[in-house]
């Protein structure tokens, strides 16, 4: 199973991108699925996720009223539509997939997810 991310880039403050998710390989099923992000010199966070079963949807407080995550369970597909960007939102951001069922809680954290996209940059300019 892979995960590909795409539609990261350079953007100016205040700016728009939407971020798209794809799994490709063996027919998986997942339980949930998520962003995270990576800026430079800092550790990997959370920034939302999507449980397939109800639709329900977790932001972290950094995302709330600015990203909304929106996917297809069907294609294991998912998207981060960010607005409003901020310089801090500059990262490398990565898509990741759960097979398991937890807690909602516990799709906060990277150890439950299962398959992890390869990360597409997102520079946010000042």
């Known amino acids: 199973v892979q995960l590909q991310a795409c539609g990261g880039g350079l953007v100016q403050a205040g700016g728009s991108l939407r971020l798209s998710c794809a799994a490709s390989g063996r027919a998986f099923s997942s339980v949930a699925m998520g962003w995270f992000r990576q800026a430079p010199g800092k550790e990997r966070e959370f920034v939302a996720h999507?449980?397939?079963?109800?639709?329900?949807?977790y932001y972290a407080d950094s995302a709330k009223g600015r990203f909304t995550i929106s996917g297809d369970n069907a294609k294991n597909t998912v998207y981060l539509q960010m607005n409003s960007l901020k310089p801090e939102d500059t990262a490398v951001y990565y898509c990741?997939?759960?097979?398991?069922?937890?807690?909602?809680?516990?799709?906060?954290?990277?150890?439950?997810?299962?398959?992890w996209g390869q990360g597409t940059l997102v520079t946010v300019s000042s």
């Open positions: 990741a997939a759960a097979v398991k069922y937890y807690n909602r809680t516990y799709y906060t954290t990277a150890r439950v997810y299962d398959y």
């Open positions: 999507l449980r397939w079963s109800g639709g329900s949807t």
